[in-house]
């Protein structure tokens, strides 16, 4: 089976400052792999996705992570945060190629943004 | 793109009563999926319809069932509602590419 564990419930960073937000996962077949944020009394949002092609993936808003298979990790990083970025974030996984799998998420991380 | 919408946006329910939340998907879009996300919590899969046909399912009870039709909408039902079920629902659809396309929720309160 396969799941996720977010590290870090809230991270906060100051406005210009480095975002990185800690995902690991466990899969035992290969795996896809997605960010997603939310807002305050909204659905997800794709932030980007990792479906065995680069390891280093970009994404909107000038996210980008990385998938390390030795570390079994995939990172979210921006390298100057905005306010606009406060919001929860998700880790996803889903199994490739597999029929019936679905998302599974993390708990969340919630990024708060000061000025 | 007309996108995921969800109906209604906000529900309020009493125990034990039933309740129907409707998703309607991208055209294209055969793969239906729906989640419960609690407060301060992470989106929990409940089920996924391929074709109208269930073909995934979590931890979730009976009394969660679904319906997906030809026309790329989807319906979660539950019953007997308990306390426990108020949440957020989400619908998530997926085509051919990788990847969900979310709505915005259904937002159930159970009193």
């Known amino acids: 089976a396969q799941s996720v564990t977010q590290l870090g419930s809230h991270v906060s960073v100051s406005e210009g400052a480095l975002v990185l937000l800690r995902c690991n996962y466990s899969?035992?077949?290969?795996?896809?792999l997605f960010w997603y944020v939310q807002y305050p009394n909204q659905g997800l949002q794709l932030l980007l996705k990792y479906t065995s092609a680069a390891t280093l993936v970009k994404g909107i808003n000038g996210f980008e992570a990385e998938f390390k298979k030795s570390e079994t990790s995939f990172h979210l990083t921006k390298p100057s945060a905005h306010m606009s970025d406060a919001a929860e974030y998700f880790c996803a996984v889903t199994l490739a190629n597999q029929a019936g799998t679905a998302l599974i998420f993390g708990k969340g991380t919630t990024l708060s943004v000061s000025s | 793109e007309t996108g995921v919408t969800q109906s209604p946006t906000h529900l309020i329910k009493t125990r034990g009563q039933q309740v129907t939340l409707r998703c309607s998907s991208q055209?294209?879009?055969?793969?239906v999926s729906w989640y419960q996300q609690a407060l301060g919590q992470g989106p929990q899969f409940i089920f996924q319809?391929?074709?109208?046909?269930?073909?995934g399912r979590g931890n979730f009870p009976p009394r969660f069932s679904g319906l997906q039709f030809p026309n790329y909408s989807s319906e979660l039902n539950v019953n007997a509602l308990e306390l426990d079920d108020s949440a957020l629902y989400l619908c998530?659809?997926?085509?051919?590419?990788?990847?969900?396309?979310f709505g915005s929720g259904t937002r159930l309160t159970v009193v």
């Open positions: 899969s035992s077949v290969p795996p896809y």
């Open positions: 319809y391929y074709r109208e046909e269930e073909n």
């Open positions: 998530a659809s997926r085509g051919t590419v990788i990847g969900y396309t």
């Open positions: 055209s294209g879009h055969n793969t």
